[in-house]
Each structure stands twice: as structure tokens, then as C-alpha cells.
């Protein structure tokens, strides 16, 4: 369904729909876009979407979507939206279903020689020791009483169980653990489809990927971040598995009958949501945290297998091959941060669905090693075109709340993609272009073409001429393990 509702040009990058288009925007809604990304934005009704988030009660600021943007749940995907923390409400929708979905990059102190004649032995490494696909199980088997744990301390208790080393924390968004976790407000069922999946991709969107270093365009940041040309990394792509899944579902299904019975005005019901200062509105963020927790150590333990992977592989220690995680970011979360809005600090719960945080140097919130510089910002593209990393700026601390773009973003949707593209043409794709493949099924492949995504080298081009983020280096796939 095309969108056609009323749209002015702020300059080539930004778009605002006008608060006078709906009448329950208390706000207008920022586009962030360029001329030919667009149009396939306004083809799938997503810009309603974020009109709509700017009629969320105690909304502040103004309602944003990254120029990934596309048609999601409640908030399109891309959304970003800030609430005032004491008067404002919590939409599930604005997280998403895969709470801390995210993305982690980690670094080597290897060469493309280095690795010669060894990337299909990698890769089968990689495929064997880190389960992915649909359904797929992790190696590490909890208990109730584990899984609470792991619930409340994130990566921090995958360290401490001997999944990765004690700095990995510094680097992690959070140090992995927002301390707002409860584990008492997420349901059993919600347990139960977790503890299988610990320690595990999934399908979908989520990959793992060996990436060589093949442009730098900051020499000074890069080198902060620990990145230089021809060096090999790894990134993963994934989140909180059927555990963040089944807490989103709880409570969208409370609020929804909230809403219902209190009258709640909203344009979509999609948007269903709670006031912060209520029950449910706090159950839902502790819960929200909990799977968060979840998806960073899910992250934490995948990284212990990458390294397990190299050092079997390669006949060396982790550690000398110099296996660091450059960084680790959410981009499906809501956060309590403080921010400047209309010329004074407010604290405010940001929504980020498909966003990332982007903070400028100088942020206290930053890792000590970064904070001269400002935070690494992740963003991946499709599986042929690979990883950007940028570094946040000050125009994101002044116009998103510290907030950037995610990835390529959708510009096809699955099913669309299954009618009109073979595997086979994938497969070959890939070849032509020297990257080692490792699906587990023909129709998650499909699903995941590289044709179904926006260029993600014009969504960056448009976060950093916006002034919020700056380009540090991309990196180039060599290897791709798709669920």
C-alpha cells in the first residue's frame, strides 16, 4: 500500500511529515532519506507509521525514521521516538519483537594472506560451532534457575562462565546488563522457549560473517577502534531468539486490553503501550531488559565459539591472534538516557527499532577507550556488500537522540523475494564474488537476498551528511553463515 499524505522537504536528507497532517500528532515525524530511497519508502505505507508513532502519548522531541526504514510492527522499522520518562508510555511496538536484536564486530590481527586456502575451513568451523537456521538449539543446556540469572546479568554472567574474556565487557553497549532486568516479570513460557535457544543465530536477518577491512576512511578513529586495511574481522547479527519474542508478545497482548479499557486514543492499535509510571508500563521495561540481557549474552557465548572456531583452525590462541570485539550495539531497544530537548535536559525512554545509538564523543556513557572519539556505530548491508562502521557525532546528540540508521533495510519483502529470485542465483552471486557461502536452507537464502535491500552505501552517505554519524571503515564479506 503506497503513501501519499503530505511530506515537505527540509533539504536533501530530511523530510518532515507536518504535525497538522493527523489529528493526534502532538509532533511532526523526520524522515531522514534521499531522493531515490524514497520512493521505495513511500511505496509501503511506513511513513504513516511514523506519523502515527508521533500521536504516542508523551511523546518529545519529534517522531524519526532512518533512511533504512520499512513497514514493521507499530513503529516502522527505522523508528525512533523519545517519551518523557516520568510522563510517557512504553510501546512494545517501538522495540520490537526481537528485543536487542544487534550487531557485533570483532577484530583480528589477521591478513586475507593469512587466512589463504583456509576460509572454506573457517567457515565450516564457524557453521558447525555456532547453531543457526530456524529453531535452531544452542550446545549450552540451563536450567530454570540459570536462565533467571542469565536474565538478570547478561553477558556479564556468560564471562563469568567462561564464555569470553572480562574486557569483551567494556565494549559491550550496557557493559551486556541493563541493571533494570527483572527476571520475576517474564513469563515461564517465555523461559522455556529461551533456554533451548541460548548461545544460537536463528534464521531471518541474522548472520555471521568473516569480513576483510577494504576501505578506511578515518585513519585517526580507526585506529582508536583498533581497525586497519586488509585486516580480517568477524561480525554477528543476532538477539534474544524465542525469549525476547515471547515477552513482546505478553505484553502486547496486556496492553491491548489496557488501551481497550482505558480508553487510550491511539491511530493503530499496533502502538498499544502503557504509561511508565503504571504497572504494567514498569513490568514490561524490566521484563524488556530482561531480554535484552538475554541477547547479549546470546551474543557473548557466539563469541566464544568464533574463537574457538579460529584458534581450531588456524592452530593459534585467541589471543594472539588478537581476537578483541571492537564493539557491540542493540538496535531494538528502549533506554532511559538524559537528553537535551527544546533547550534544557530532560530524562526520557528512547525507543530505538531498527536504530542504533549513535552518541559524540565526549558522552559519559561511552567506553573510556572510545569516549575521545565517540561511539562505534555498526551498520551491516546485504550479504555480498558488507559492514560499515561509523563513529557517532554531535548532529545525532542534537536532532535523534543520539540515534542513527541500522542497516541496508528492507526494499522487498520476503514473499516477494521467494516469487521472483532462485537460490541458485545467490549461490552464483556470491561465487562471482569470492565469498564462501553457508546457508541452512534454500528459502531462508531467498528470503535474504542481497536484492531485497537498499544500497547501504546511500543509507550511510545520508546518516553522515545528516551530521550524525561519521564514516570510520567498511568491511568486505568473505564469508557468510545465513540461518
Not at 79 to 108: E, K, L, M, Q, Y
Not at 176 to 181: F, I, P, Q, T
Not at 229 to 246: D, F, L, N
Request: with cysteine; net charge negative; charged share 25%.
Amino acid at each position: 500500500m503506497a503513501w501519499n499524505g503530505k511530506l515537505d522537504r527540509i533539504d536533501d536528507n530530511r523530510w518532515e511529515i507536518p504535525s497538522d497532517y493527523m489529528k493526534d500528532m502532538t509532533t511532526s515525524a523526520v524522515i531522514y532519506t534521499d531522493d531515490e530511497m524514497l520512493k521505495a519508502i513511500m511505496s509501503d505505507n511506513s511513513p504513516q507509521q511514523i506519523a502515527n508513532v508521533a500521536c504516542l502519548p508523551g511523546i518529545v522531541g519529534k517522531a524519526m525514521a532512518m533512511p533504512d526504514m520499512h513497514f514493521g510492527y507499530g513503529f516502522p522499522i527505522g523508528g525512533v521516538a523519545a517519551v518523557d520518562a516520568n510522563s510517557g508510555s512504553i510501546s512494545p511496538g517501538g522495540i520490537g519483537f526481537d528485543i536487542n536484536c544487534g550487531v557485533r564486530t570483532i577484530r583480528t590481527d589477521l591478513t586475507l594472506k593469512d587466512i589463504e586456502g583456509r576460509t572454506g575451513e573457517l567457515m565450516d568451523a564457524l557453521y558447525k560451532n555456532v547453531p543457526s537456521g530456524l529453531g535452531s538449539k544452542g550446545l549450552t543446556r540451563v536450567n530454570m534457575q540459570v536462565i533467571d540469572e542469565i536474565l538478570e546479568n547478561g553477558s556479564r554472567w556468560a564471562v563469568e562462565n567462561g564464555y569470553g574474556w572480562e574486557r569483551d565487557l567494556e565494549v559491550t553497549e550496557e557493559c551486556g546488563k541493563m541493571e533494570s532486568a527483572d527476571p520475576s516479570k517474564v513469563s515461564d513460557k517465555a523461559r522455556k522457549r529461551g533456554i533451548p535457544q541460548l548461545g544460537s543465530l536463528g534464521s531471518g536477518n541474522h548472520f555471521l560473517e568473516i569480513d576483510v577491512v577494504d576501505q578506511v576512511f578515518d585513519e585517526d578513529v580507526a585506529k582508536v577502534f583498533g581497525l586497519k586495511e586488509g585486516q580480517i574481522t568477524i561480525t554477528v547479527h543476532c538477539g534474544s531468539r524465542g525469549c525476547g519474542h515471547q515477552i513482546a508478545t505478553d505484553y502486547l497482548q496486556s496492553m491491548e486490553t489496557y488501551i481497550k479499557d482505558n480508553s487510550v486514543r491511539l491511530p493503530d492499535r499496533q502502538l498499544a503501550c502503557a504509561p511508565l509510571d503504571s504497572r504494567l508500563g514498569d513490568d514490561y521495561f524490566k521484563a524488556m531488559s530482561c531480554g535484552a540481557n538475554f541477547a547479549w549474552a546470546n551474543r557473548q557465548m557466539i563469541t566464544h565459539w568464533i574463537r574457538e572456531s579460529f584458534e581450531s583452525v588456524m592452530g593459534q590462541s585467541a589471543e594472539s591472534m588478537g581476537m578483541d570485539v571492537v564493539y557491540d550495539v542493540a538496535h531494538n531497544i528502549a533506554k532511559m538516557e538524559r537528553h537535551d530537548v527544546d533547550g534544557h535536559g530532560m530524562d526520557v525512554l528512547v525507543h530505538r527499532k531498527g536504530a542504533t545509538r549513535a552518541f559524540a564523543a565526549g558522552n559519559k556513557e561511552i567506553t573510556q577507550m572510545y569516549r575521545f572519539v565517540g561511539q562505534p556505530v555498526i551498520i551491516p548491508g546485504d550479504m555480498c556488500t558488507g559492514t560499515y562502521i561509523l563513529v557517532g557525532k554531535e548532529g545525532a546528540m542534537k536532532e535523534t537522540f543520539g540515534s542513527s540508521c541500522h542497516g541496508a533495510g528492507r526494499m522487498m519483502s520476503r514473499k516477494s523475494a521467494v516469487q521472483s529470485i532462485t537460490a541458485e542465483s545467490i549461490k552464483e552471486r556470491m561465487s562471482d564474488n569470492d565469498i564462501c557461502l553457508r546457508a541452512g536452507s534454500d528459502e531462508g537464502l531467498v528470503e535474504e537476498a542481497p536484492q531485497a535491500y537498499k544500497d547501504v552505501s546511500r543509507v550511510v552517505s545520508v546518516v553522515c551528511d545528516s551530521g550524525l554519524t561519521g564514516k570510520v571503515v567498511r568491511m568486505r564479506p568473505i564469508g557468510v553463515v545465513k540461518g
